[in-house]
């Protein structure tokens, strides 16, 4: 083939082939009200990113990049919950600009530690914590993604596991479903041998309710699971609590136990609601 040629089909396809390279798939990570350490979780996950940066392009991702690359995007990454009208319409337009849709955190699928003024009166609580509360605009919720669009996964924890993360990227990238526990972390303590602090030694767990993914790491050193990684799938709250009243839960400690993290988590919220009214 002459040089002249060989020129010619660079110029058509971009190699000696005549092929276009694909385009990478286009990442984006946003935030809303959160404490950020989901996305810290995704930044400490630097080793294991690297593996895969090859095949993907970050386009978006303030915490980590002065790159802003508009979209649309193939995966876009929530981190935070809606808790001003400034966010209810952001994140319509996030859910349009992303191809898929992934929700990081406690905050992002269960409104997060913010959503315990949920129950609670949050005109009086600008009027104390502010000087100037006709300054504030705020919604009366704190509440999921879920709540306001579409989501295709949610991955739970407070903050994320990073391995999960990584799972699920690599799975979205090779189109396949990904490889996430839905068990609760008692099947994590009788993984690692761990006697049961609940019924050998009688300190309250939400263990048999709570979503696994973070390596039973509580009951481990001997402290009662307090349901970071929010419920798993088919919690069975009611028989759960009639076994820490056993143990001398009182209503108030068994509702309290439910308002954590994932407070809002309609799993939790009914169950302690239920507790509160007794």
């Known amino acids: ?3 002249e040629k060989k020129d010619g089909a660079k110029r058509k396809g971009g190699s000696k082939t005549g092929v276009k390279a694909a385009a990478k798939p286009k ?16 930044l400490d996950a630097e080793d294991e990113l690297l593996a895969i940066t090859d095949a993907v392009d970050i386009a978006y991702f303030p915490e980590a990049s002065r790159a802003m690359l508009k979209g649309p ?4 990454f929530v981190e935070g919950s ?3 009208h400034h966010d209810a319409q952001r994140i319509q337009e996030v859910r349009r600009e992303c191809k898929t849709l992934v929700t990081l955190g406690a905050c992002a699928t269960a409104g997060g530690i913010q959503a315990l003024r949920n129950w ?13 509360p006709q300054f504030i605009s705020t919604l009366k919720l704190s509440t999921p993604i879920a709540e306001h669009v579409p989501v295709d996964f949610e991955l739970r924890g407070c903050p994320i596991n990073k391995y999960q993360l990584i799972e699920l990227i690599t799975a979205t990238l090779c189109g396949r479903k990904p490889n996430i526990p839905t068990n609760s972390v008692c099947l994590a303590c009788k993984r690692k041998g761990n006697v049961c602090i609940a019924v050998a030694r009688g300190i309250p767990c939400l263990g048999p309710v709570t979503h696994t993914g973070c390596g039973a790491l509580c009951p481990s050193f001997d402290r009662g699971c ?4 929010g419920p798993m799938e088919t919690p069975n709250t009611a028989s ?6 056993i143990l001398g839960q009182t209503d108030d400690q068994l509702m309290r136990g439910f308002r954590g993290f994932n407070a809002w988590a309609w799993q939790f919220r ?6 509160e009214r007794k």
């Open 73 to 76: 995007y193939d995966i876009g």
């Open 270 to 275: 009914r169950a302690s609601e239920e507790c």
């Open 27 to 42: 990442i984006a990570v946003f935030k809303f009200a959160s404490c950020d350490g989901c996305q810290l979780s995704l």
């Open 240 to 245: 759960l609590t009639e076994r820490l009243r």
């Open 226 to 229: 307090y349901g970071c990684f």
């Open 82 to 84: 809606i808790t001003t």
């Open 1 to 3: 083939m002459s040089s």
């Open 120 to 132: 609670k009166d949050v005109d009086e609580f600008i009027r104390v914590v502010y000087a100037s």
